[in-house]
Every structure is written in structure tokens, then in C-alpha cells.
């Protein structure tokens, strides 16, 4: 009796942490359907669709976070799955356990350190803040959820397999392309994908990195936000929760499998 009471308690409590979490989303996502400007139901509207969808700022903001996470995604994704190998391979806890630094540090503190280490090189190389320092501020943060992510798939790994392929007459890169990486492909998938819904979505390192020519989605969205309310937010902010759900969820089944 007092297992079935502890059982339905838990129950109890998850729904209402789900609740907490979820029901604002909910809420948002249905007045984005409302054909009034305020938080009263007139009825059901696409038209803060069509207005998103006709906003110049927010389609130019989104293709800039689109190339941006697309470009970081795929430096990180290559970097991170090495690094990650390589930590393997030498088999150290600590530098291991140094990779999740970067996940504890705070955004501030790692945007206002990229940003002092672009004004630094700037003296040297001449370049001015843009798309490319975005792009490289996103591979900075994003190499350690990829890395991450990779380590731990790695951690099942037989390393027996990659000697039999030794034996058999492959060098090392053989080995690691024909053995290692196919075990490899599911988490490198679901890293890509977590890179890219983390990278798509920052606005503190890019907002301190980003030049004139280079404004984000996240940092149109702000700016809006601060003018007052909107109705097009509700739909642009649906639109960008339901891909990056389902983008997460895909890494999650990606991973475990």
C-alpha cells in the first residue's frame, strides 16, 4: 500500500513539473492562432503566420541563424568526434572531465572572453566583427556537447574490434573508418543535431560577437520583445519550439540507440 501511494506520488509530482514546463508553451502556441492582438480568444487565425512570414528582419535574422548553425554544426561536429576519440584513445579522466567546463561556464563569461580574444587578434588580422566570429563562437561552445555526446557512446565501444582490424591488415585510419565510425554514426548524429538546436538558439555569446550584417533570430526576437507585445512572437517562437523538439527528441532516440 504504501509502494502504490509512493508510485501514484511521483506520478502526481512529474505531471506537475510537466505542467510547469510545458503548459506556458501551450498556451503560446495556441493564441498564436488567435486573430487578436491581445490575450483574448476572438478566434481561430493564421494571420500572425502570414505576418511573420512577410517580416523582412525576421525571414534575413532566420537565413543568418540558419547559415550560422549549419556552418557550426558541421565544424563542431568534426572537431568534437576527434576530439572525442582522441580523449578516448588516451584514456584520461582529466582531460576527459575538462570538457565539461566549457558546458558549466557561463555564456557572459564565455562571450565576454571570445570577445576579448577577437579584439585582441583583430590588431593583427584586420578583420571586423560578423557572421565569421559568430560562426567560430558557436564551434567554441558546441565542440563540448559534441565531444560529449561522442564519449559517451565510445564508452561502449570494444577497443578489441579496432586490434582484430589491425590484425587483419588495416592501418589505423582503415580501422577507424570501417570499424569505429559506422558504431560512432548514431551519436554523431544526435551531437550534430543538439550543436545545431544550441547554436540556433543562443543570444548571449552572439549577441556580444555578432557585427551589423549579422543579426540572429534570437536577437530580432529580443528587440521585438522589448517594443511590447506581439502576436507574431507567438508563432514565430511555435515555429521554432516544434522544430527544436523534434530536433531534440531525434537526438535522444539517435543516442540511445
Known sequence: MKRLFA??????????VYAFLHVPLLIL????FNS????????????????????RDLIESAANSLIIAISATALATIIGTLAAYGLWKRASPLLAGSMYLSLATPEIVTGVSLLAFFQWSFRFL???????TVI?????FSVA???VVVMARLRSFDPALEEAALDL??????????????????AIAAAAMLAFTVSIDDYVITSLV??????????????????????????????VVFALGTMVLLSEKLRSA
Open 7 to 16: 508510485n501514484r506520488g511521483l506520478a502526481f509530482y512529474a505531471v506537475l
Open 29 to 32: 502556441a495556441i493564441f498564436s
Open 36 to 55: 487578436s492582438k491581445f490575450t483574448v480568444w476572438e478566434g481561430f487565425s493564421f494571420h500572425w503566420y502570414s505576418a511573420a512570414f512577410g517580416d
Open 126 to 132: 584586420h578583420f571586423r566583427l560578423g557572421m565569421h
Open 136 to 140: 567560430l563562437a558557436h564551434v567554441a
Open 145 to 147: 556537447y559534441v565531444a
Open 169 to 186: 591488415g588495416s592501418n589505423e585510419w582503415r580501422a577507424f573508418q570501417l570499424v569505429t565510425l559506422p558504431y560512432l554514426t548514431p
Open 210 to 239: 555578432a557585427g551589423v550584417d549579422s543579426q540572429t533570430l534570437p536577437m530580432v526576437i529580443y528587440a521585438l520583445a522589448r517594443r511590447g507585445v506581439n502576436p507574431m512572437l507567438n508563432a514565430v517562437s511555435t515555429i
